[in-house]
Antibody, heavy 119, light 107 residues
Framework: EVQLVESGGGLVQPGGSLRLSCAAS????????MNWVRQAPGKGLEWVSY????????YYADSVKGRFTISRDNANNLLYLQMNSLRDEDTAVYYC????????????WGQGTLVTISS | DIQMTQSPSSVSASVGDRVTITCRAS??????LAWYQQKAGKAPKLLIH???TLQSGVPSRISGSGSGTDFTLTISSLQPEDAATYYC?????????FGQGTKLEIK
């Protein structure tokens, strides 16, 4: 069974940093692209970042470019999101989501981890 | 960036009704469109990809159609467990973008 479990969320002051993790199991992690998607309280879904299976291709939403860094550890089945210079508008539940085979997007999601930016 | 526009933003229907949600892309995306269902407090769930392919385990009363810029999600016979918010998403090019969501309420 595919499982994605996020961790690392919490309360951070504006301008602070946080690193989210996503532990993957139940599939060959090194074969799949991975994403971070977020959802502000009461709002819709916003794609944040993508990393290819081999880490050789990475994309970011304009809203986080230059502040967030996606990475992965295929040996330990882990996905990361390093978030720096955090702003109030980064407050959201952050989900990791797997890209399926043949360009099937977001076929499995984690349960999410809440990031709250507040002074 | 490709903008995705869903309508309606909310809909209320009775058990057994047929419900249709539409999604329009600001430019052609071929069939690179997915639909998700999100229930309150839960992660989204993939329902349909490549516009009309039902994800494994999704009931056959749910279907998708369209190509280019106009797409629809149809629930042929509404069930109580279909109460949720539905999102379309284009997978044609990065940045991936979602519609604003359609909240489906059961009367």
């Amino acid at each position: 069974e595919v499982q994605l479990v996020e961790s690392g969320g919490g309360l951070v002051q504006p301008g602070g940093s946080l690193r989210l993790s996503c532990a993957a199991s139940g599939f060959i992690f090194s074969s799949y692209g991975m994403n971070w998607v977020r959802q502000a309280p009461g709002k819709g879904l916003e794609w944040v970042s993508y990393i290819r299976s081999s880490s050789n291709t990475i994309y970011y939403a304009d809203s986080v470019k230059g502040r967030f860094t996606i990475s992965r550890d295929n040996a330990n089945n882990l996905l990361y999101l390093q978030m720096n210079s955090l702003r109030d508008e980064d407050t959201a539940v952050y989900y990791c989501a797997r890209d399926g085979i043949d360009r099937v997007p977001f076929d499995h999601w984690g349960q999410g981890t809440l990031v709250t930016i507040s002074s | 960036d490709i903008q995705m526009t869903q309508s309606p933003s909310s809909v209320s229907a009775s058990v057994g009704d047929r419900v249709t949600i539409t999604c329009r892309a600001s430019q052609g995306i071929s069939s690179w469109l997915a639909w998700y269902q999100q229930k309150a407090g839960k992660a989204p769930k993939l329902l349909i990809h490549t516009a009309s392919t039902l994800q494994s385990g999704v009931p056959s009363r749910i279907s998708g159609s369209g190509s280019g810029t106009d797409f629809t999600l149809t629930i042929s016979s509404l069930q109580p467990e279909d109460a949720a918010t539905y999102y379309c998403q284009q997978a044609d090019s990065f940045p991936y973008t979602f519609g604003q969501g359609t909240k489906l309420e059961i009367k």
